[in-house]
């Protein structure tokens, strides 16, 4: 593969280097799937393919001639918002059976049925606990994190009222979801009436679908997404920032290199502590090995980056090419965004690949599986397979120099402390410096990669420059969080090479990068929280749509993103995509969720390939959020002495 084919396919060395290696080696990547795919079915594209019964499939003619309608008399606008629906369902679905496991395994550790995790911030404890309505007092924190660990679990469950983490929204969203009829009664109800709703023959009223999509997702975001992050951080820490590196250079040629990918921290946390184990360290210098080296790729990668600075071999679409390097011993999977190549790529290098999930198996993958009530010594298990992979290497072997530093671990607690200190932590920093007009305004940046919108980051990259350019500080989850990460985006001098002067004077103030890195998929919860959180410190309006603030998933691709862009459409942010849009061929229903539903939820999607022009887009909408606010003429700033700051007594 030359070298121009291989930039078209990635924006970073490391990956263009194993992208044409992985050619050289004849191994299959996504980029050739994808191109073997061509042309991709328009009506698929456009939303307009049914096939939710045997009288079809269906398809709707986008341009206006026959057929308009399927067997059973949808139209095109009842099925793509059933699409769009059913996306949304499994999104959430994804996200909330973690956020269950984690609820699980949180109740087992309260009881102490399990040994191997323990309660690691009390303080969030008693704060989620006091979100609950739990009292506090003088009781056994075995006894409140009991008490959490039920109402927690219960919230997946609920029939009736209202999943008790949506008090954490601003008061006025709460009484607009109530008043629109979409507060979520509990997670798995929404999904579950979803998928009902979307069958043959039940919800043919586009809008009333969409409706149905709000609630559902506002249960994964205030919901699963949200109880998953804020039991994790009680269980294995709330992140604080912390340095490390990022992309395929991580790996070491003369350790063992073990990748965890996929999304559960119940399972990398005990890999983490299992590679450190001194009897592991030995047992790998018994089988010629250095050491061993630790690495993470997709929202496993991001997890325990955040809470050990472990670093990250890449993102989704390099998951494929850390094999091809012919130095990753083991790769272990638990669940989503994990490619069936994998044991395919693998026969060509010695990886094992090791899947550890009883939800998520793969022919042609070993599987150890994986028990909360075992971990640390099932997760040893894991490692010894690794290291006993060491000797089997083929001499095919390829680490790509390149590498990034960066700094992870900006939990919505750790910004509070940061703009505001120990002892007065707060956003008020924040919002005077949005105020003040030094920032324009919160982009949230996140989601996956597609070969769809490739090279790979390239989206992700050139928007997030463009944003900061202007002065918008960009938060950032997932693997555009990596994306960014490679490009050299977080790190504090980035606010110097890259930031508007504004931005740039705040970042070097406060001695943060522009871009922050907030976590994993499920911790775009942080983000809500965060958005709450300037709701409150006030001087921004009293809702998340008033903030001069707007989301995109420039790369998307999995029904996660779509369950996370509409939750926070229906939390009021204004979100942009780009690549595909599911609803695209159906006018009415995509007038709704571009336009009219603003009317309804406050927010609204947009569809945007260009992502420099998506960027502007985004800035656009931050500064007519601003006039709305009466700051777009900006506030003099006034250079204060100590007999003027007595006058204002
Ligand atoms: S539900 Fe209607 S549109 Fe869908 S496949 Fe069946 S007949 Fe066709
Ligand atoms: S950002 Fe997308 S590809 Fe990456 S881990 Fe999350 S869902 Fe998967």
Not at 146 to 153: D, F, H, I, P, Q
Not at 372 to 398: M, Q, S, T, W, Y
Not at 623 to 649: H, I, N, Q
Request: proline letters at 4%; glycine letters at 10%.
């Amino acid at each position: 593969m030359s070298t121009k084919e291989a930039e078209c396919r990635a924006i970073d060395k490391a990956s263009q280097e194993l992208i044409a290696k992985a050619c050289d080696d004849c191994v299959e990547l996504s980029w050739d799937r994808y191109e073997k795919q061509q042309p991709q079915c328009g009506f698929g594209l456009l939303g307009l393919c049914c096939r939710h019964c045997s009288m079809g499939p269906c398809n709707i003619n986008p341009f206006g001639g026959e057929p308009q309608f399927g067997v059973c008399g949808a139209s095109a606008d009842t099925i793509a918002a059933r699409h769009f629906g059913r996306m949304t369902a499994a999104g959430a679905a994804a996200h909330s059976d973690h956020g269950r496991g984690v609820a699980e395994t949180f109740l087992a550790t309260a009881k102490g049925e399990i040994k191997d995790y323990a309660i690691k911030d009390e303080r969030k404890l008693y704060k989620f606990a006091m979100d609950f309505g739990i009292e506090i007092g003088d009781r056994d924190v075995k006894d409140i994190a009991v008490e959490l660990g039920e109402k927690a679990l219960a919230c997946f469950g609920n029939q009736e009222g209202e999943i008790p983490t949506v008090k954490l929204a601003p008061l006025k969203r709460q009484e607009l979801w109530r008043k629109q009829g979409i507060m979520p009664r509990g997670v798995d109800r929404e999904i579950v009436e979803m998928m009902h709703r979307t069958h043959i023959g039940v919800d043919m009223e586009y809008k009333n679908i969409i409706k149905h999509a709000s609630r559902t997702a506002i249960g994964d975001g205030w919901g699963g997404s949200m109880l998953a992050t804020e039991l994790q951080d009680i269980l294995f820490g709330t992140p604080e920032p912390v340095a490390s590196r990022v992309n395929l250079g991580v790996m070491e040629e003369e350790n063992v290199n073990i990748i965890v990918h996929g999304h559960e921290p119940l399972l990398s946390e005990m890999i983490v502590a299992a590679a450190q184990d001194p009897k592991m360290l030995a047992y790998a210098e018994e089988k010629g090995a250095k050491g061993i080296t630790l690495s993470g790729i997709c929202c496993t990668a991001n997890e325990i980056l955040m809470r050990h600075g472990i670093p990250i071999a890449g993102d989704f679409l390099q998951q494929e090419l850390a094999i091809a390097s012919g130095v990753c011993e083991a790769m272990i999977v638990d669940i989503q965004c994990i490619m069936q190549s994998l044991p395919i790529v693998a026969e060509c290098y010695h990886t094992r690949v090791l899947s550890t999930n009883e939800r998520g198996k793969i022919e042609g993958a070993e599987h150890i599986e994986f028990h909360e009530d075992h971990a640390l010594e099932i997760a040893k298990d894991i490692v010894k397979a690794a290291i006993e992979n060491f000797p089997n290497r083929k001499g095919n072997a390829c680490i790509p120099k390149d590498q990034m530093d960066l700094i992870g671990g900006f939990s919505h607690e750790t910004i509070n402390y940061l703009l505001g200190g120990t002892f007065r932590a707060s956003y008020r920093p924040l919002n005077d410096n949005i105020i003040n007009g030094r920032i324009r305004g919160i982009g949230g940046v996140v989601g996956c990669n597609n070969p769809r919108t490739s090279p790979l980051d390239s989206y992700h990259v050139r928007m997030v420059k463009e944003l900061i350019k202007h002065d918008v500080i960009v938060l950032q989850t997932g693997c555009s969080a990596i994306a960014c990460a490679k490009a050299g985006l977080m790190v504090p001098e980035a606010a110097l090479k890259y930031a508007g002067p504004g931005l740039a004077e705040v970042c070097e103030t406060v001695g943060i990068p522009p871009v922050l890195h907030m976590g994993s998929c499920v911790d775009n919860s942080r983000i809500l929280m965060a958005a709450a959180a300037v709701v409150k410190e006030g001087g921004l309006g009293d809702d998340i749509s008033d903030l001069p603030a707007a989301g995109a998933a420039p790369e998307w691709m999995s029904e996660k993103a779509i369950s996370i862009g509409h939750y926070f459409v229906a939390s009021g942010v204004y979100t942009v995509f780009s690549g595909s849009f599911p609803t695209l061929g159906a006018k009415k229903v995509t007038d709704y969720l571009f336009n009219g539903i603003e009317k309804d939820v406050g927010g609204k999607w947009a569809f945007e390939n260009d992502p420099v022009e998506a960027a502007h887009m985004m800035i656009a909408h931050i500064d007519s959020k601003r006039k709305e606010l009466g700051l777009d003429k900006g506030t003099e700033r006034v250079l204060m002495d100590m007999a003027d700051r007595r006058a204002l007594d």
